[in-house]
């Protein structure tokens, strides 16, 4: 038997229906054993070092079959950055480094590890593989070039753009020669679509009253790559500025996480007659791409070819609250929450 040590968690309390509050996650204290328990063979046992705030969280807090939503009274299953503690398969060792699917939690139990990656490059902070090295990573990469094969003079159109995947969008869009547009929520945040991440232009949708005049004025001759992160009316202003044969790669659709009914879409005629592919993508379908990825990525950081920034929280106290925040735009950058140092 191994010792038994108190075990802080953040459970889900209720779903919800539209938006999400703090109030419908708990902070609990449990107790875990730090040995994996006989019987359950495939189990890694670790101590979560950062846990990751994605936007899929919502939609795992609501009912409606989306995906797969969470169990109520229990941690919520969230990406993270993990020492291991114990480890029943051969591919992990006590001591490894590790990122994937863990729980929100200090210290979880991971019976049956179906995203789970040893950390090998350990140069890189370690909180990158909740982000740029990670599953938002990951997502940009196949998103941009898997589905939308940019090439040199396209245009391309970024929205939510400062955040966790965004930001890394327009920096491999620019590296690929394109001229390069993003939408984010607050003037702090185009300025750093401007001036640190090297987009050509950005504008803050908040304050534009007709998306289609600020996609005129910016893309005049339309857009030829659309990377799709909101939908609802900004879906509907991409597509009527689409450029023929254009690619939309529809990465996620945050407007319409935290609504009960689903808004409909207008301009769809033009994806017949200007030929646009318009395709949805889940990140966890092309994990045999992460080597690949690395290697592109990993030379781009170390020469300082590329930047991330990151809004990083103290505590897993600080999740909820964190969570919320991806739904109002508080989060600057990649929001991650620090639980432990290793
Ligand atoms: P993020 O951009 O770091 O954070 C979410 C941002 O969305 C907020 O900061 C906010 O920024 C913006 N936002 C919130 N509500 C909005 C609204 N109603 N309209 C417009 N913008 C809104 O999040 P992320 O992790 O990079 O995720 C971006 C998108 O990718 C999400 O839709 C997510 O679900 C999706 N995703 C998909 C996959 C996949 O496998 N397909 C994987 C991961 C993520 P502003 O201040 O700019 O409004």
Redesign the pocket.
Known sequence: MGEEISNKQVILNNYVKTSVKESDMLLRTSKIQLKIPSGCDGAVLVKNLYLS????IL?RIKEEHYIPPYKLDCPLIVFGVSKVLDSSLPNFKTGDLVWGHTRSEEYSLIKDPDILFKIHDKDLPLSYYTGILG??G???Y??LFELCSPKKGETVYV?????????LVGQFAKSAGCYVVG????KE?VDLLKNKFGFDEAF???EEQDYNAALKRYFPDGIDIYF?????K?LEAVLSNMRHHGRVA?????????IEQLEGVHNLLYLLTKRIRME?????EHYHLYPKFLEMVVPLIKEEKITYVE?ITQGIESMPGAIV???????????VVVVARE
């Open positions: 705030c994605d936007p899929f939609l599953m938002p990951m997502t940009a196949v998103g929205s939510a753009a400062s955040g966790a995947i965004g930001q939408s984010a929520g607050s945040k803050n949708y908040k799709e992160s909101v939908g609802g900004m529809v990465c996620g659709m945050i407007s319409q996480y935290n949805g993508f889940a990140t966890f809004d925040g991806l739904f109002s735009g508080r989060n600057v950058g990649k929001q």
